[in-house]
């Protein structure tokens, strides 16, 4: 079966995605020529129509990430034949990054960082004021790859963790839930994770309504998607104070250029005013081991159809996941 990649891995990863390859496959990289036009699958985050029509025979795209870009979800309607797929390889990255904010929030690392590299050890001798997590309960809105590893993280740690799903049902395990339960949730819990698709209908969905539900010791935790949360109404939960903190690794806005990476707000609120909040700038799943991941998770697809099996990871393109 002939693969072809249209962005060529840096040597070292390349190595990794061969080692791992069945060696039926044939793999074809970069530029489209007239002699890839018989691929089947194609790997590429952003291809545009005119790439998309140069393979006749194509059967899949392949994301080589985790969430597809809306354009990439566009274009793929067009296509009614070809599967979309993407990889979970920062799943573990991401879930520990996540934790690793829940922690920093809850235990409000930062600021008694940034007060003992000024010699300042009045924090230490005040009432304390950071928050135990044991015996505590969690909800993670989503309950993909990495939501469940986030759950099975946190229950090491001694908490409750419940999770809503899309598709929770009367058949469901207990403690999921469906979308429909989470404002009777959001009052009981400690802490609020966010580990679930940007889509039409998770846009926005926690808001002020849902803010203002969590208890005024909850920190709330977005490895998600920035936009899943309401930028004015977070805003102000965490300088009113109707929540005690929150850690963000996504954010509501980005750099557009190289040029602009060293002056770019992450919204257009003063996030970085805030004392109770742990920003990261949507780094979660960047570790050194990152393209090494990538590459195993990738030939652990493209395996799948050498063997003639299924691909996994499908992703409808009309929900985005």
């Known amino acids: 079966m002939h693969i072809h990649l249209l962005k060529e891995p840096e040597p070292h990863n390349l190595e990794i995605l061969q080692a791992h390859l069945e060696k039926t496959l044939r793999l074809t990289m970069g530029e489209i ?11 590429a985050g952003r291809p545009s129509r005119e790439q998309l029509a140069a393979f006749p025979a194509l059967q899949a795209l392949i994301v080589p990430w985790t969430g597809i870009p809306p354009g990439t979800l566009e274009l793929v309607r067009e296509f009614p034949d070809l599967t979309l797929h993407n990889l979970h390889h920062n799943a573990a990255p991401v879930a520990e990054m996540a934790v690793a904010l829940l922690l920093a929030a809850a235990k409000r690392i930062i600021p008694f ?3 003992l590299r000024k010699n300042d050890w009045r924090l230490r001798y005040q009432p304390p004021e950071t928050i135990l997590l044991e015996r505590k309960r969690a909800l993670i809105l989503g309950y993909g790859e990495i939501g469940r590893r986030i759950g099975t993280a946190l229950e090491g740690l ?3 963790v419940v999770f809503i799903r899309r598709r929770a049902g009367a058949d469901q395990e207990p403690g999921i839930y469906p979308p429909s339960a989470l404002e009777e949730l959001l009052p009981e819990v400690d802490f609020l994770v966010l580990a679930l698709p940007l889509t039409a209908q998770t846009e926005g969905w926690i808001g002020e309504k849902e803010l203002r539900l969590l208890p005024s010791s909850a920190v709330l935790v977005n490895v998600a998607r920035g936009k899943v949360i309401d930028e004015v109404a977070l805003f102000k939960a965490l300088s009113e104070k109707w929540i005690f903190g929150a850690g963000l690794d996504v954010w509501f806005n980005y750099p557009g250029s190289r040029e602009e990476r060293g002056s770019t707000p992450p919204g257009e609120y003063p996030w ?13 799943g960047l570790v050194r081991e990152t393209e090494g991941l990538r590459m195993s998770a990738l030939a652990e697809l493209l395996n799948q159809a050498a063997r003639g099996l299924p691909l996994s990871n499908r992703v409808d393109p009309d929900l985005g996941y």
């Open 272 to 284: 970085g005013d805030l004392d109770n909040l742990v920003l990261s700038p949507h780094r979660g």
């Open 33 to 43: 020529r007239a002699e890839h036009s018989g691929a089947k699958i194609l790997v």
């Open 113 to 115: 960082d940034q007060a």
């Open 158 to 160: 001694g908490l409750e």
